[in-house]
């Protein structure tokens, strides 16, 4: 490259990257109190914190996940929730879950009807006044869910990427950790429950599943009505500038590959970094924009931390003394995925500047997204950052902006926790080559290697 193209090459980027930087100060928030945003201490307090929130709620429990399940953990929630009845007749109480999880049973166990048996029972035995809906973002489970994620209680925001049930909520000595914070701020709730209400219980394709359901087929038109509003659908947030002793607070939501909103901002957050980016996905099968976008980084000396699970530390990972079967063999990809951005990336790993971090805890499983962003931003986010969450289900997250670094100290505390159980790869070798995996997942692996179905397992799981 002649010296003219290398200083137009040069010109391009940093013109790139003021861009994304406007981009992002540009963005419409919420002027939230910094002592009003707590980060919680592990699954246990979050547990917690939701049943206090719930037993003390006056006027609204609205809870968005991607599903409430059929367990110990599952079934405490939802009997807080009709005791919160009980306690204060009138209080509104919904709870959003994808329509298609709700109505399957476990992968790998038998068939059966699902969480929505259980919603049904509650509802026969206790009576109404707990509404539960089923959301259908597409006409197959396959195509995409409801991931969108935060719990409205009164004038509180409980945010995690976490869904409901015993090892969420770290029931019976196992749990899977994810990122949990509380926001106390009344016009952010009333904006997050506006969305639910506007765009969700508003469209004749969410149906209660605490009463008699239609089948999906009856649903197909009113699903595609449902997949056209969620493409522009947005939060309602004020046009106003953080004050001093506050942060701003931006809630976004994206859906489909055109025009989304929070993809579009995390890439221009990428983008626009400073000196240092730290990645959280729980699968390691990055998008193809993100992944240019932190080669980018790299390129222009930006530091990079990225931590994943480590593939025992997966949520489908199956112990080799147990029968194999073909779910368990995502683990295995996610690990080849990481072992080849590695080696790609081995220069960078050697001087330090790119940090891979694999989280293992003992039985315990990873369930970390999000990112924090040079010393000022962060994005609380349920969005696993692969393309399945890039392309086809419903996904929302926070974007923090803290220019005056008031939460600094509490988010490289959480930043440090996160690390207490994580091993920093020193290079590719650190990862176990396929050829030594077990003989059930190396024949399976060469199978679809063969077809190149493995690509395609990327783009859909």
């Not at 004038?155 to 994810?178: E, F, I, K, M, P």
């Not at 009344?186 to 394709?205: K, N, P, Q, T």
């Not at 990055?286 to 990225?306: E, F, M, T």
């Amino acid at each position: 490259m002649s010296p003219l193209a290398r200083t137009r090459h040069l010109a391009r980027r940093l013109l790139s990257r003021r861009r994304a930087s406007k981009a992002v100060e540009a963005l419409p928030a919420f002027a939230v109190p910094a002592d009003a945003i707590e980060v919680l201490d592990g699954p246990e307090a979050f547990r917690c914190t939701l049943l206090e929130l719930i037993a003390t709620a006056r006027r609204r429990i609205i809870i968005c996940a991607l599903y409430l399940q059929d367990d110990d953990a599952g079934r405490e929630v939802l009997e807080a929730l009709y005791a919160a009845r009980d306690r204060m007749p009138g209080l509104q109480i919904e709870v959003y879950v994808d329509w298609h999880r709700a109505r399957r049973g476990l992968i790998g166990k038998g068939k059966s009807e699902g969480n929505a048996a259980m919603y049904r029972d509650y509802a026969a035995r206790l009576g109404p006044g707990v509404s539960i809906w089923g959301v259908p973002v597409q006409s197959r489970e396959l195509f995409g869910v409801l991931h969108l994620k935060g719990f409205v209680i009164d004038d509180t925001v409980l945010y995690s990427g976490a869904s409901l049930n015993d090892v969420y909520l770290a029931r019976h000595g196992r749990y899977r950790l994810d990122r949990y914070h509380l926001i106390h701020d009344a016009a952010l709730a009333d904006s997050m429950a506006g969305f639910v209400h506007e765009y969700l219980r508003g469209s004749a394709a969410v149906r209660r599943l605490d009463q008699p359901a239609p089948a999906t087929r009856e649903l197909l038109a009113d699903i595609r009505q449902l997949r056209q509003q969620l493409q522009t659908a947005r939060y309602a947030v004020p046009a106003v500038m953080a004050e001093a002793g506050r942060v701003a607070v931006t809630p976004l939501a994206g859906f489909g590959r055109n025009d989304n909103r929070l993809n579009g901002s995390l890439l221009d957050l990428l983008h626009g970094a400073r000196e240092r980016v730290v990645l959280l996905t729980p699968y390691f099968n990055l998008p193809r924009p993100v992944r240019s976008a932190l080669g980018q980084l790299l390129r222009r000396g930006v530091r990079v931390d990225i931590m994943v699970g480590d593939k025992q530390a997966n949520d489908f990972y199956i112990p080799p003394d147990q029968p194999f079967r073909k779910i368990g063999l995502l683990p295995y990809l996610y690990e080849a995925n990481l072992r080849r951005f590695a080696r790609a990336h081995q220069e960078h790993m050697a001087r330090g500047q790119l940090n891979l971090w694999l989280w293992r805890h003992g039985e315990n499983s990873y369930h970390l997204k999000g990112l924090f962003v040079d010393d000022d931003i962060t994005v609380l986010t349920g969005n696993n950052l692969n393309p399945r969450a890039w392309a086809l289900d419903l996904e929302n997250g926070l974007l923090l902006r803290d220019p005056k670094h008031l939460l600094t100290a509490r988010l490289r505390a959480e930043w440090d926790a996160l690390r207490r159980h994580a091993t920093r790869l020193a290079d590719y070798h650190d990862l176990e080559p396929s050829r030594q995996y077990p003989d059930d997942v190396r024949r399976l692996l060469r199978r679809l290697s063969r077809v190149r179905m493995d690509r395609l397992l990327n783009r859909l799981l």
